[in-house]
């Protein structure tokens, strides 16, 4: 490490040197004084400009969250997973989006059955109040029976592609995405019914 090079190895070194191409010749000067440690290392650095009044320092914080909502949003709309929120971001729970979205299921149809047996039991009529309160006992009944089978499906496709990797919560998040309507899932569905995720 210490040693000197050996007349070979100079020479050699000598030769690489005249083959490659300069900008200035070697013992030209360059043509500016070499900066102080302390300068350069604060050329290095990148300041931060903070504003002197309050006032400012908000706007600009506001303008910077404005700026980050409308990224998320605009990816929300279009699947970009650079700026989707972190509840959404990462294969894993791209898979279960997939998983969800392919299939049909009942719970999506939840809130519209729910619209209608809420009007149903509004009406003074008694039959239809009854019929309204079965109905509700048995759409509610059905789409827990969808939720567990969704979710063993869900788990067991989430063993067998993701093994030994973090599926914690992944689940809960397909189920809860079943209880929005198709089209007003976010982010936005990138398959279709019926294909394979």
């Known amino acids: 490490m210490f040693r000197r090079r050996s007349d070979d190895a100079a020479a ?8 490659t191409p300069q900008a ?9 004084p070499t900066p102080k440690r302390s300068e350069a290392e604060a050329n290095r650095r990148t300041r931060v400009v903070v504003p002197k009044d309050r006032k ?9 969250m404005r700026g980050e909502r409308e990224k998320q949003r605009q990816a929300l709309i279009d699947g ?8 959404d971001k990462g294969p ?10 392919s299939r049909w299921s009942l719970a999506e149809f939840f809130l519209p059955a729910a619209v209608v047996i809420l009007v149903l039991s509004i009406v003074k009529v008694p039959a239809l109040q009854l019929l309204s309160t079965l109905l509700f006992l048995l759409f509610f009944v059905l789409v827990i029976l969808d939720f567990v089978r969704l979710g063993l499906g869900l788990r067991k496709q989430l063993g ?6 973090n599926t914690r919560g992944v689940v809960a998040y397909g189920i809860m995405r079943t209880l929005q309507m198709r089209r ?14």
């Open 160 to 165: 067998e592609r993701f093994a030994g990797q």
């Open 80 to 87: 970009d997973e650079r700026h989707l929120p972190a509840r």
């Open 24 to 32: 200035r010749h070697p013992q030209a000067k360059k043509g500016r």
């Open 92 to 101: 894993v729970r791209k898979f279960a989006r997939d998983y969800v979205d």
């Open 184 to 197: 007003l899932r976010l982010p936005k569905p990138q398959v279709r019914r019926g294909e394979k995720p």
């Open 56 to 64: 400012e320092a908000s706007r600009q914080a506001r303008e910077r």
């Open 12 to 19: 050699s070194a000598t030769v690489l040197e005249d083959e």
